[in-house]
């Protein structure tokens, strides 16, 4: 079975610094692998997805991710940290050739510090 | 559009009862999914569906009950309610075609007393 592991549950950055969020994933086959957002009593929203296109993968809200087979990571990056980014992160691999069976992280909850 | 709508958004269970999560699509999504969010676990899929008719488990299924009689809809069935099944509920679907993501409801947070 699949698994994706995030390290670090919480990460605590501030304002205008990079922020990375890290992302290792298990897989016996080419994965789909997706990064996606959960801001406080709110549902999932996607940031960005690898489909195998291209391994540098840009997003929504300046986040991107790059996709490296030989480290089998997915790690999500921002070059300058909003207080708006203050959310919950989600990495998620598919199972399959669709969305319908996601193994998710732990998440990892990105604090910004003013 | 709605995209996907999850009702209720809040319930609470005393042990032993049962009720039905309700979610609802709008966008002519083949598959849908169940998923329960607890903490420093993540999501965790319980039931999915490919297609009207067609369901199948997924990592966490015992306890609950799913069916999809409909396109549109693919509720959640609790028997049985117990403590350990207080969580938050995600409903989630997606085109059946590759490369594409899954669209999330807001969630149903379900406490059982």
């Known amino acids: 079975a699949q698994s994706v592991t995030q390290l670090g549950s919480h990460v605590s950055v501030s304002e205008g610094a990079l922020v990375l969020l890290r992302c290792n994933y298990s897989s016996s086959v080419p994965p789909y692998l997706f990064w996606y957002v959960q801001y406080p009593n709110q549902g999932l929203q996607l940031l960005l997805k690898y489909t195998s296109a291209a391994t540098l993968v840009k997003g929504i809200n300046g986040f991107e991710a790059e996709f490296k087979k030989s480290e089998t990571s997915f790690h999500l990056t921002k070059p300058s940290a909003h207080m708006s980014d203050a959310a919950e992160y989600f990495c998620?691999?598919?199972?399959?050739?669709?969305?319908?069976?996601?193994?998710f992280g732990q998440g990892t909850r990105l604090t910004i510090n003013p | 559009n709605a995209g996907v709508t999850q009702t209720p958004k809040f319930q609470v269970l005393k042990t032993g009862q049962s009720m039905t999560l309700q979610c609802a699509q709008d966008?002519?999504?083949?598959?849908m999914s169940w998923y329960r969010q607890d903490p420093g676990m993540g999501l965790r899929l319980i039931h999915y569906s490919v297609g009207a008719g067609i369901t199948d488990q997924g990592e966490v299924p015992n306890g609950y009950n799913v069916s999809r009689s409909t396109t549109e809809d693919f509720p959640l069935r609790l028997l049985s309610a117990a403590p350990s099944q207080t969580s938050v509920y995600f409903c989630?679907?997606?085109?059946?075609?590759?490369?594409?993501?899954?669209?999330f409801g807001q969630g149903t947070r379900l406490t059982v007393v």
């Open positions: 998620a691999v598919s199972e399959d050739q669709g969305a319908q069976k996601l193994v």
């Open positions: 966008m002519n999504h083949e598959y």
């Open positions: 989630a679907s997606s085109y059946r075609e590759r490369n594409t993501e899954a669209f």
